[in-house]
């Protein structure tokens, strides 16, 4: 399958391919890659055409989302295979080669149909018509339970799959339950570590109920992980179920028709209760289980969005600590880079 490859690229060698990514996303790469190298060598059977050079060409059919994800699965699938040379060539690929913009659903890309906070009117709408209204039964209260315990706690909606309740003043230094999430980017080096921790004891009884109805409807129980004849479900086929609740809902209810609320609005939400709370940007880095303090403050909720009526958790200091290292290191690179510019100046 190489010999074509090899011909331009005469010098294969090993090529690192950290970050780490999961077992799943891999074989989602792998089966990418391998349909975008069949067709390469349908189009050019001779192969007197580069691999880049012909995916640089097919960018300008492409939106940039596309692009990125065929020029992810093929620099990892190549570097695999030892085809570094290959994967370099096709990771240098400019984006701006691409010619359609980034648009599904008619006109706009998917995130932009999405909005990024949860206002306080759908969220009074959906307690009241899932609790005591037409949609409630078996599937209503527990989409109106991942609703609320997500807009508590600000977890990815896979990170719901290992969270686990836990009451640990010894580690914390405070009495009160303890949320252990394992974050959903470390293997991909956009997290502060393999796990984060939030501390509870601000929310009210009513708060901290979503959170235990939350973790039992998804644990291995009786009433965890089962549609609403007691069939077992997987996690996936759950949380689809989750979405389709919310979709339904947001269609029948929601005014605006262009764009609807989701469970990541609900994570939105949290980052934007933090930062109307006043957390510091380390504080909503560690409670998000991000690597650094910039990804909150640059790409999730606005303060203008936030409300401060809910209870908030509070982060564990030694992950605090660990974003102020990273923000220190950049401090320190970025006056060490201003430094060397500045003897490098003609006088």
Known sequence: MF???????????????SPTRTPETEAQYRKRALGLIARYEKAVPDGSVPLDKWLSELAEDLDRDTLNQ??????????????????????QIDPQDCQKKTYRSGNKRTSALKLKCVPEEFER??????????????????????????????????EWKTAKLVTWSEAFGADGPV?????????????????RHLLLSS????????????????????DGLVDARGHELGFDQYYKQIQKRLYE??????????????IYSCRHQFIANLKRAGYSRPEIAALCGHANDRTASETYGRRRFGNTKKGL???????????????????????????????????
């Open 313 to 347: 958790p509070k982060p564990s200091q030694l992950e605090v600590e660990k974003i102020k290292l990273v923000i220190d290191s950049r401090r320190r690179l970025s006056q060490t880079l201003v430094a060397d510019r500045s003897e490098r100046a003609p006088s």
């Open 249 to 262: 809902f947001n269609k029948k209810y929601r005014r605006s028709k262009t764009k609807t609320v989701t």
């Open 203 to 222: 929310l009210d009884e009513q708060e901290l109920q979503y959170v235990k109805l939350q973790l039992l409807f998804l644990s291995k129980t009786d």
């Open 179 to 195: 949320l252990v999430v394992r974050n959903g980017k470390n293997s991909n080096g956009r997290s502060h570590g393999e796990k």
């Open 70 to 91: 065929y020029k992810a699965s093929l620099v990892f699938y190549l570097g695999e295979n030892d085809l570094g040379g290959a994967a370099d060539a096709v990771a």
């Open 3 to 17: 010999s074509r490859l090899f011909r331009h690229y005469p010098d294969p060698m090993k090529r690192d391919i």
């Open 125 to 158: 709408e959906l307690t009241d018509k899932y609790l005591a209204g037409s949609y409630k039964g078996h599937w209503g209260v527990r989409c109106l339970v991942f609703f609320k315990a997500t807009i508590l706690t600000g977890l990815r909606p896979s």
